[in-house]
Structure formats: structure tokens, C-alpha cells
């Protein structure tokens, strides 16, 4: 079944104003933590019954998904960790970011041995859950996705086709360029998630959340770290096949999917969304109008209601 959703919004923002706060804005509730292959994940774990688990990306943390889980905690069980190097985690030297934070995260979801759970993915948090996905299908049941890493579009096929994104890439894959951007300059951070909106720029505070956790250019490593790991012309390849294999994997399974899109996005817009709708299965789609890649920061409370709904049938 596919079906697509079209949410009318009644006012938006202009652009350079404040992004309006979520209805059900509250307090992230407070982290447990759990050691895992010697490392503390620091998590949000409220609520009772299905599980429901929500994966962060770059540059973010848990923080990102404040104002969606309390639309979702009254009648699930909301589970939503920070990556392990960000956010309130641990944060050790990693050899290779994606790998081990592959390990760390698997680690960290099979300890709560989840059955029947949701997985509520974005950025390079949705590379992993595609991947624990695939490969614990006795435990995963249903996902819901934003602003992912989907198929044809990732992974890319070279930094030439990528257009202004490419120069960015390139610039940031270049030794000693990516590290001013990132590291010193905070680009992802300060200028991307602040300003990527067309609704509106991110206020002070919220700004300061992410920033809490990357106060020296050093603490930003993981940050550069990740946009390298991104898979263009086959490299890096451990980061690639895995992408391959994972788009194999979303086209060829029938699991219960949702996706939230908007224009024009960043990794899927909307020529990508509509072809991930004429190509998925099982997939109903929200279109929520204007927004860049912080859906959650655009439209907490559409997606929460969205969401809530959807868990509601699937």
C-alpha cells in the first residue's frame, strides 16, 4: 500500500525569523546511561509498550528529537541514544566512524534485546538503522525516515554531479580546508543547522544545546569525521557497499515505511522523494512543505502528530 499524505499549513515563518516552538516543547528527559564495549551510551528510554527508537545524525544528538517524542511517549515506549562520540555519550578515539559507531550502536540496541520495535531514522543515523534493520528483521518491524540516506541517490557517484553540494564535499574531504570549516569555524553547527531553513533561523538557545557538546575545535573531530565518511565514487568503500547493500535491501522489503519529505530539502528532494514513492513498497509518504535538512527543528509537532498516527496502523 502507498499512500501520501499532504499536510496544509496554515502560517510559515519568514525567512530570517525564529523557527516557532513545538505545542508539546518540553525538556529533553533526563539520560541513563549503559556501558557497551567499554563506552558509556548516554540515552532517553520513557514511556511503555512497542518500542520506538529514534537515531540522530550530524552534527546533532538526541536533542534533536525533543518536541517529536512527547507525541509519541504516551503510548510507546521512546527510546532515542546519543551516537557514541556525541551528545552526552562517550567519546573515544574512533578508528573508523561509521563502522564503529555501527558496533556501538548494534551493541547498544541488542542489549535491549527490542522485538516488534520502530526505528525513526535520520542522516547517518538512518545509514545505521538501515543496516540493523537488515539485519535483525526479527527485531525491527516498521521505520519511519527523514532527510536518509535512500537509493538511487546515495551513495553518490561523484562529487561532480553534486553541483555546489560537491564543491562543499570536496572542499571538506581536502586536508587542512575541512578542518578550518568544521573544526575551527563550526560551519555544521553555526551556519548549517542555524540558517538551513527557509522557515527561519534556529534561536540562541537551542544553538547553544548543540554547541554544548563541542565547545574546542578538538571536540569537533567526529563532526569532519562524518561528512568524510560520506560514500562518493565507491569510497570509502566499507561505507559504500554498505549503502549498496542497504539500498538492495529498502527496495527489495515490504516493511511497513513512512517518510516525511520536504522542499527542498537536502538529501531528498523532492525529484528524490517522488521517485522513492513510485519505488518503495509498503510506503506512505507526508509532504510538509518548506524546509531544509532539520525536518525535526521545521515541523516537530506535524511529524509527532504524523507519526503517532502511523504507529497507530502499522
Same mark, same amino acid.
Given at each position: 500500500m502507498k499512500r501520501r499524505t499532504?499536510?496544509?499549513?496554515?502560517?510559515?515563518?519568514?525567512?530570517?525569523?525564529?523557527?516557532?516552538?513545538?505545542?508539546?516543547?518540553?525538556?529533553?528527559?533526563?539520560?541513563?546511561?549503559?556501558e557497551v564495549l567499554g563506552q558509556k551510551i548516554a540515552y532517553v528510554d520513557e514511556g511503555e509498550g512497542r518500542p520506538v527508537v529514534f537515531l540522530h545524525g550530524n552534527p546533532a544528538s538526541s536533542y534533536l528529537w525533543r518536541d517529536i517524542i512527547p507525541h509519541v511517549s504516551g503510548n510507546h515506549r521512546v527510546i532515542a541514544p546519543d551516537m557514541i562520540g556525541m551528545g552526552d555519550s562517550d567519546k573515544p578515539p574512533l578508528e573508523n566512524t561509521y563502522a564503529d559507531?555501527?558496533?556501538?550502536?548494534?551493541?547498544?540496541?541488542?542489549?535491549?534485546?527490542?522485538?516488534?520495535?520502530?526505528?525513526?531514522?535520520?542522516?547517518?543515523?538512518?545509514?545505521?538503522?538501515?543496516?540493523?534493520?537488515?539485519?535483525?528483521?526479527?527485531?525491527?518491524? #516498521? $521505520?519511519?525516515? @527523514?532527510?536518509?540516506?535512500?537509493?538511487?541517490?546515495?551513495?553518490?557517484?561523484? =562529487? *561532480? &554531479?553534486?553541483?555546489?553540494?560537491?564543491?562543499?564535499?570536496?572542499?571538506?574531504?581536502?586536508?587542512?580546508?575541512?578542518?578550518?570549516?568544521?573544526?575551527?569555524?563550526?560551519?555544521?553547527?553555526?551556519?548549517?543547522?542555524?540558517f538551513g531553513s527557509p522557515n527561519g533561523q534556529l534561536s540562541d538557545e537551542v544553538i547553544a544545546e548543540y554547541n554544548r557538546y563541542y565547545q574546542t575545535p578538538e571536540s569537533r573531530k567526529i563532526l569532519l569525521d562524518w561528512v568524510r565518511e560520506i560514500p562518493i565514487g565507491g569510497q570509502p568503500a566499507d561505507v559504500h557497499d554498505a549503502a549498496v547493500a542497504n539500498n538492495t535491501w529498502i527496495l527489495e522489503s515490504d516493511i511497513p515505511k513512512l517518510m516525511f519529505h520536504v522542499d527542498p530539502? #537536502? $538529501?531528498?528532494? @523532492?525529484?528524490?522523494?517522488?521517485?522513492?514513492?513510485?519505488?518503495?513498497?509498503? =510506503? *506512505? &509518504?507526508?509532504?510538509?512543505?518548506?524546509?531544509?535538512?532539520?525536518?525535526?527543528?521545521?515541523?516537530?509537532?506535524?511529524?509527532?502528530?504524523?507519526?503517532?498516527?502511523?504507529?497507530?496502523?502499522?
Open positions: 499532504f499536510l496544509k499549513l496554515t502560517t510559515i515563518a519568514a525567512a530570517g525569523a525564529m523557527l516557532s516552538t513545538s505545542a508539546l516543547a518540553a525538556a529533553l528527559p533526563e539520560k541513563k546511561t549503559m559507531s555501527v558496533d556501538y550502536m548494534f551493541a547498544f540496541l541488542d542489549r535491549l534485546d527490542l522485538h516488534d520495535a520502530v526505528l525513526v531514522i535520520h542522516d547517518w543515523g538512518s545509514g545505521i538503522g538501515w543496516q540493523y534493520a537488515r539485519t535483525n528483521p526479527n527485531r525491527i518491524s #516498521a $521505520i519511519a525516515f @527523514m532527510e536518509a540516506m535512500t537509493p538511487p541517490f546515495i551513495p553518490f557517484e561523484s =562529487l *561532480e &554531479t553534486l553541483g555546489e553540494t560537491g564543491e562543499f564535499l570536496g572542499a571538506v574531504k581536502t586536508p587542512g580546508v575541512g578542518e578550518e570549516m568544521i573544526m575551527t569555524q563550526n560551519v555544521l553547527i553555526d551556519q548549517f543547522m542555524r530539502g #537536502a $538529501i531528498i528532494p @523532492m525529484a528524490q522523494a517522488e521517485w522513492l514513492q513510485d519505488n518503495l513498497k509498503n =510506503l *506512505e &509518504t507526508v509532504f510538509l512543505g518548506k524546509g531544509g535538512h532539520f525536518i525535526q527543528e521545521d515541523y516537530p509537532d506535524e511529524v509527532g502528530q504524523a507519526l503517532a498516527d502511523w504507529l497507530s496502523r502499522n
